[in-house]
């Protein structure tokens, strides 16, 4: 098992190297892979030596597509900056530019939030990181439709995908959160999540020789180590995750040719008021950031999940959640909030089933007012498929680090899962000893 | 029964006006004649270009500007015609029959059919394709065509500024007939509508749009006006719909306001057509005998218009909480303010109207027609002769201190919305970091080459970067040829190359 742990570990960062952006640092890591590689080999790869740890540094340059400030400061740029919206609202057509965007962390600060991300520590039991849940290699989700926190505990959402969620104004499937640094502290304390409580999470990152340090370098102002400033790193790292380089955008961009015939049929079932699909997966973001109660059934074993009634304290919002944006959706499966339909053919065919064809009898929703009764054909829904295939991009997905400051393994999400799922015996290997 | 009942409120009218009459109250004199000729005109509104004449919602294209005419004939394919057209050309077509949808996903063209002795040229969607013609571009003309017999729109625009629909026959066509959304700076005119399953013209979050001279008719909305801004509907024909005009906010929208519309000078008779709407549908909740219907929309100018035979009511003015079937949404402000009805014409409406619209207007005592009914909270709204009307619910409105909005001519732009202006300088950072680093490191192999070796190779030659860009040819033989990146326009090329060789990182 621990080899081709090591064999799967080994070609993912030989395919993340050549990414590359944070490339400076990943030089300095190399001694550090060393070590990690070598613990592996004598099964002791979730520990290593504090008295042998190496100095991170952290990147001084941007990651791609952002510009650096004079203020050391990292400023997105894109394509859709040269459009306008209309009221700068951020929704409209091919040529439209994107809703208000947070940027402007520094490099320090995103690369920070980048170990902080993978690193296993922030976990009550050290089991998992954030990026169990929300995996590079799966478009930051993790492939299971409904998530599995500390101790094999299974959530009852998806674990939605964090491209481009530098332009969403809310967050989690039900809107209850509203910025990055909210919504990023929720799940380390969520008890079905990572477990963790404050108190646990400052002083383990304090024990670990790196931290303290690397949050003075990114937070030399505002006081180095704290959980805001945690916060800050993490909803610094997510910010730069952009994906606004499918071969949908260069046809949006004026290239007819990035997208072939039966692509732009797809196209134009999918902005065409049959299918409606752009009247809330609105472009360029292809969300419109609104609640939708749209009646799609909930995994058999699982009662109805009230979505934003809660938020919001309003049966008409039952049943509601957050419209997700579309990119990079073909990398997301399973589909909707708690993960029922494994393709998205299937998730076609469930808007052309008819309006409240999934809602039983004893239900009462408020259904949007778009869930409608298509009739397309099966063909339709193929070309639909086609499109959303479309508007995947993960040429900027970031570098996963050899090493973490806690020396705990970057773990292999999809290992992860596997053993949560099936091998639950095997819980106290990913442990720190 | 019924002439006891009427008798009775007539004596209770009569009542109340006596007493208000003693108590000096001025809230419903009957003796407040305004004339509105020549009175004060609105002083609100949009007012960039309110006072000065706009002549259609295009840019004038320069002599420089203006590009081939490509004719399309029967047999032959519109959209293969629209795929060779450049920006600046314009496509003729020739009467006979179409079947096909027409997408324009680029700036400046005008599609143009041509009639000849009546003959149109027809999109006939054959009950089986989605939409006649979609469009995305700015600058965009569609002119002279029928087009029936489809199953979603006949017209939709999604984000194209500076748009003119004219002249089109949109007979049995779906969801909507003529439908732009997300637009600034539009003209629909000359249009005849019918047999539309939701709105003959939906004006759908859009700014600074005029919508003047069509006949919509035999349809769920006539021309609804949602989420939008600067709106002018004026000199329509719309009858025998459910609803006649429609200004309102539906809530759940990604933009939130309507405000700053003038609904005048349109014939709006009997619209009393049985909803026909999709189930869940916003338009499936009109009740049919509506003339015109205000939801929560604000500064909404209603003027002019002859209303007649509209069995529900002429006038309805409702906020969110007085509507059934819709979502929630907080930021989205439910009460119409700001409502300013000013003369109208208005005969027999509200003669057969709704149980939850009797029962209101029971407890003001009103029996019989309604022209006016308003319900729900609303603040600065304002009417002028209210006498004239059967009215319910407007004790709130005050005398409105203008009697005409004659000195607004247009809101549409002059010399349309502008798209954004981005310095070279700028135009060459953006594309270089939004395109060219997701391949291209500083220094080192990402997927393409280094930056340094670029720069290296064209040292003092953005010209030959762009010439690269635009038709790549393999230079290593062990990287992967680069994609053309001829659909970044000349400027930005240019700006982008020369960008390229000045960074340092």
Redesign the interface.
Known sequence: MAASTLATLSTTHRDTF????L?KLVCHLVAIGGLVFCGMATSTEATVDPTEAPIFRLAD?CP????LSEDNRCLL???Y???????D?G???????LPTHRDGFTPQQIDLGRLLFFDPLLSADNSISCASCHDPDKGFGDGLGRSVGIHGQRNQRSAPSLWNSAFLKDFFWDARAHSLEEQALSPLFSPIEMGNNPQQLITSLKAVDAYPTLFEQAFSETGGLSLDNLAIALAAFQSSLIS??SRYD???????D?LNQQE?EGL??F?????RC?QCH??PLFT??????IGTPEPQDMTRDIGAEKT?A?A??RG?FKVPSLRNIAETAPYMHSGRFATLREVAEFYNGG?GHAVPEDEQL????H???P?LTSSELDRLVDFMRTLSDS??RPDIPRAVPSGLKTLNPKTLNLKTLNLKTNKNSRRES | MINRAKTLAIVIALAAFIGGWQLGHNLDNPAQITSSVGGASYSGGFQADGNELVHGALPPRSADAIGQTLIVNPGDSIQAAVEVAKPGDTIRVMPGIYTETVYIDKDDIHLVGVIQAGERATLDGLGKLNDAILYSGNNILIENFKITRYKGNGIMSQAGNNFEIRNNLVIDTGIYGIFPQLGSNGLIEHNVVSGIADAAIYVGMSDNIHVAHNEVFDSVAGIEIENSRHAIVENNYTHHNTGGILAFITPGLPIKTTYDVIIRNNFILDNNTPNFGAPGSTVSGIPAGTGILVMAADDVIIEGNIIVNNKVAGILINDHANASGLTLDPDADPNPDRVMILDNVMQNNGYDTIDEVRAFALTELHTGDIDIFQIGPTEGSCIINRHRYHHVGIGDFADCDFTNTDNIHSYLLAGGAKPRVIEPSERGEIAYLGVCTGCHAYAGRLIGPAVEEIQARYAGNPEGIVSYINAPFKIRADYPEMPAQNYLDAETQLAVARYMLTVKN
């Open positions: 050549s990414r590359g952006w490339r340059q791609p597509s952002f510009s740029r894109n394509l900056q040269l459009y306008n919206s209309l009221g609202h929704v409209g057509g091919l040529k439209t530019a606004l380089n260069q046809y949006a961009h004026g290239n007819a990035a732009i134009n079932i902005r065409s008021f049959v299918a752009s609105m472009p419109n950031q609104q609640i939708a109660v919001f309003s008409k919002l509601g309006r408020l259904l949007h007012w869930i409608s009764e009739d040429s900027l």
